[in-house]
Structures are given as structure tokens and as C-alpha cells.
């Protein structure tokens, strides 16, 4: 580290006692970056923390409190003072991180989740808020074709409860007793709204609501079932609905 002396005239002297090398950043205080609050938790959960040292052995643990219910208490190694981990929420004793409570999942629900350690033999906590565990998508509702429509122009109509994982959502048409005609990707529409349009069953790719089909399809008169599926933002399983 090197120093400088610099002096300041002529009706005064004022010295400076400069020290070079470089300033020392301010310490960087504990922070639980994961689940963060207001976040969406799918089956997957991650975790991750950042201590300023390696806490006490046998005092980290992660409490998961629904607005309802008794909380769920999961003891994470102390092995580092930081953590980036997932686990699932179906199994959480399936990550090596988790030490207890490995045994109870975590069901789907809003909570509060509170990081507790112990350090200098002082136990500090952070909580973050309104985390959400959501780990299958929700029904999506086809209102139209029904089960019993017949038309020359296909009119569709349907609605997601959740925000879709983007290209996720898709309208396949299954000939009955015969093969799987095409699959129409439908442009990303918003949670709790319904979409309405028509398609062409000569041209379907040619509906503003189609993003691609699985081929250059077409659909001869026949019977078919209709299936809607989509996964939500999660990244969950697919969810359906048919006709």
C-alpha cells in the first residue's frame, strides 16, 4: 500500500495524508436471494444465501410458514456460508443440503420463508415474503369446439387460469380411430382472459392465433377429439382439456 503527503499553500497548510491502493468495499451484510419474495416456485426450489460466515454447526435452518397451517422446518448443511441449491418440493431430503424435515414435502401454497443461523453464538434471521409454491399447472378450459359441433369453419374459444410458460400452449386434433391430424401452437395469451377465433380447417396455419402447426396440416371430414394443453410460467407438467 503506498502513501502520499500532499500540502496546500500559500496563506495555510493543510496536509493530506492520502492512502493509494485502492479503497476496501463496505461489508456486504447476510442476504437470502432465494426463494425471493413475491416469486413463483415450481416443482423445483431454489435456494440461495449468502452469510458473512460460515454459521455454527446444526443452527441453519430454512422455515416455509402458509398463511394457514403449521410451518415446515427443513436443517440445511453448515458446511459454507454461502448456498446456491435446489430441491424438490415433492422430496426435499432428496438434496444433499437438506439435513432434516427431508421427509416432508412442501404442498403447493403462499408462505413466508425465513432463513435462521447462528454465528459469534448470536442467531440472526431473514424472511422473505408472499413466496409461492405452485407445482402443477392448472386446468385449462376449451369452451369451443364442444363435443358435439359441426361446421365447415372451426370456431375456437378458450382460457388459461395461469400465465403460460411461452410456446407452451397447444390445440391438437386426434382423428377418431385414426392418427393425430395436426398440432396447432397458439400464440401466449394472458392468465384469466379468453381467446376467441376461427380457424380454417383447409388453411389452419393462416389464423393470426397460430404460431406454427406440426406440419402443413389439414383436417378431412372426420370426428376428431380436441385437446388443449399448455404448462404455466413455472415450467410445470402440461395441463389439458378436451372436446
Known amino acids: 500500500m503506498t502513501r502520499r503527503l500532499l500540502c496546500f499553500a500559500p496563506l495555510a497548510i493543510f ?47 430454512l422455515t416455509f410458514t402458509p398463511a394457514v397451517g403449521s410451518p415446515i422446518v427443513y436443517g440445511i448443511m453448515d458446511d459454507s456460508a454461502s448456498k446456491d441449491f435446489s430441491f424438490p418440493a415433492s422430496f426435499p431430503g432428496s438434496s444433499a443440503q437438506i439435513t432434516t424435515g427431508g421427509g416432508t414435502p412442501l404442498p403447493d401454497g403462499t408462505y413466508s420463508v425465513k432463513l435462521t443461523w447462528t454465528a459469534s453464538a448470536v442467531q440472526n434471521e431473514l424472511t422473505n ?45 386426434d382423428e377418431i380411430g385414426g392418427p393425430t391430424r395436426c398440432t396447432l401452437h397458439l400464440t401466449d395469451l394472458a392468465a384469466s382472459t379468453v381467446r376467441t377465433f376461427t380457424i380454417n380447417p383447409a388453411s389452419p396455419a393462416s389464423s393470426p392465433e397460430v404460431a406454427s402447426t406440426s406440419s402443413s396440416c389439414t383436417f378431412p371430414d372426420a370426428s376428431y377429439d380436441v385437446i388443449l394443453s399448455y404448462q404455466d410460467s413455472a415450467g410445470n407438467s402440461p395441463a389439458t382439456d378436451w372436446a
Open 15 to 61: 496536509c493530506v495524508l492520502l492512502f493509494g491502493g485502492g479503497s476496501a468495499s463496505a461489508n456486504v451484510g447476510p442476504q437470502l436471494t432465494a426463494p425471493a419474495s413475491s416469486s413463483v416456485q415450481g416443482s423445483s426450489i431454489h435456494v440461495a444465501f449468502s452469510l458473512p460466515a460460515t454459521p455454527q454447526f446444526g443452527s441453519t435452518t
Open 129 to 173: 415474503t408472499n413466496v409461492v409454491v405452485k407445482t402443477t399447472s392448472t386446468p385449462p378450459v376449451l369452451i369451443s369446439p364442444t363435443d358435439t359441433y359441426r361446421a365447415q369453419t372451426l370456431s375456437i374459444s378458450y382460457s388459461l387460469p395461469d400465465t403460460p410458460l411461452s410456446g407452451s400452449t397447444a390445440l391438437r386434433f
